[in-house]
């Protein structure tokens, strides 16, 4: 797969090594391909990183380094008192990109927020199935049924009607599923009949224009000096894309990428211990699971499902696979997370028992699939070798287990299948410090066919998450998470594995690299000292 625009992607490889020689560049060795460059289709961090945090704004956005929420192309917003009305006010002057296929003749409006929305929420839009239009955030977040109507007053006003008061959506909104488009280029692209382009050669208002992208080797960005916000600290920025942790720290090593992440775990004292080389670290908002397929026998069973739980060396998989640079997980939201409940007990280690309570419920000789992603991530530096330690842990309760893995692209898109066989490794980073990111995306019954991988909908925690998202301040809605917690645990949906801190290794001349909280690694405000 080849983009090009004014540079020919190939030249961009072999240059590599000259850009990051430059102050006017700056390389990030990245971890893996982007599925694509719209970011509303996608939920995979690799793929924000790559689209929506260089090419997009969206209404409202996170402090980098904070889950404090600020102004960005709304300046301002108003929530009406009974909560279900909340008005956008649009910033004026934003401009948005250009390609060799599209020139914009106007400014950002509310026109692009409304189609940026209407398309993921309308059938019957002529976007809504283009790319494959699986709207995992959108359909998962029940953003569907909560948002009744948009209402565009002028061109920088803009009102969503909700069905019901929302806790977190302001902060919703600031997220990368809502990035906003050019409805203009949405319109071009679709009488020229390449609607996929929107998600091919991205146009935004971001602080980088799109350039070129060869996958599994470069993507490259400009500068855009047209940027409303702060510009870009330097004058290009490149994506090196290197899935081997190891070869990544020798470029960046050997000068060839400046800024890298998920170094592996075994590597990170000596990377702390060396002169030339910066590492920064900060205890993530994540967590690492082992999903099973609810849907399927003998998973549809809670029984089973803890049985199994109860045979994973968790201890084991921190040592082994963290080394260090984690800790066990018993909730599936972080302990750095406010409502997280404590007072939960989590699955005991205790083989013997296992192997009881599935032989209790007619298991035996059970064949499963445990599911490992190929790329590291900042909740798993190393899914097969965790796949593997699961699967001696389960070999000791008669369990036998077939580890597969796909392409990382692939191997998202697979795993919405709701016939898929057993258990899959993935993980999450929250994106807006709110337990409903948690809970609801990754747990609701709205998101069993996209973000929820377990396919799990019990409708005592549904009602529970659901009820939370119309409270208005953290003291009402603790008590509700802090019980979908529990009811959580007793059903088991998930084996909850570790919760990670986050490195980030890079050069000494890197000047103002921010690790972010959210896990984006966001590079609008990076400089290179001289």
Known sequence: MLFKNKIAAGLLIGALG???????SLVYCSEGSPEGFDPALYTAGTTFDAS??????RLTEFKVGTTEVIPALAESWDVSEDGKTVTFNLRKGVKFHSNDMFTPSRDFNADDVIFTFNR??????????????TWEYFDGMSMPDLIESIEKVDDYTVVFNLTRPEAPFIANMAMDFASVMSAEYGEAMLAAGTPEMMNQAPIGTGPFTFQAYQKDAVIRY????????????????IFAITPDASVRYQKVQAGECHVTAYPNPADVQAMKDAEDIVVMEQEGLNVGYLAYNTTV?????????????????????????????GQIAKNPIPPTMWSYNDAVADDEYNPEKAKEMLAAEGVEGLEMKIWAMPVQRPYNPNARRMAELMQEDFAKIGVTVEIVSYEWGEYLSRSRELDRDGAILLGWTGDNGDPDNFLAVLLGCDGRENSNRAQWCHQPFEDLIQQAKVLPTQAERQPLYEQAQVIFKEQAPWATIAH????????????GYIVHPLGGHIFNQVGLSQ
Do not use: C
């Open 120 to 133: 993921q929420k309308n059938d019957d839009h002529p976007y809504n199935g283009v790319s494959g239009g």
């Open 52 to 57: 929506s945090h260089p090419l997009y704004n």
């Open 222 to 237: 400009l500068r855009n000096d047209a940027y409303w916000g702060d510009a870009a600290k330097v004058q290009s920025l």
């Open 500 to 511: 990670s801190v986050v490195y980030m290794t890079m050069r000494p001349e890197v000047e």
């Open 297 to 325: 026998a003998p998973y549809d069973n809670a029984n089973v499902r803890r049985a199994l739980n109860m045979a994973i060396d968790k201890q084991a998989i921190i040592d082994v696979v963290f080394q260090g640079s």
């Open 18 to 24: 000259a850009s990051a020689a430059s102050a006017q």
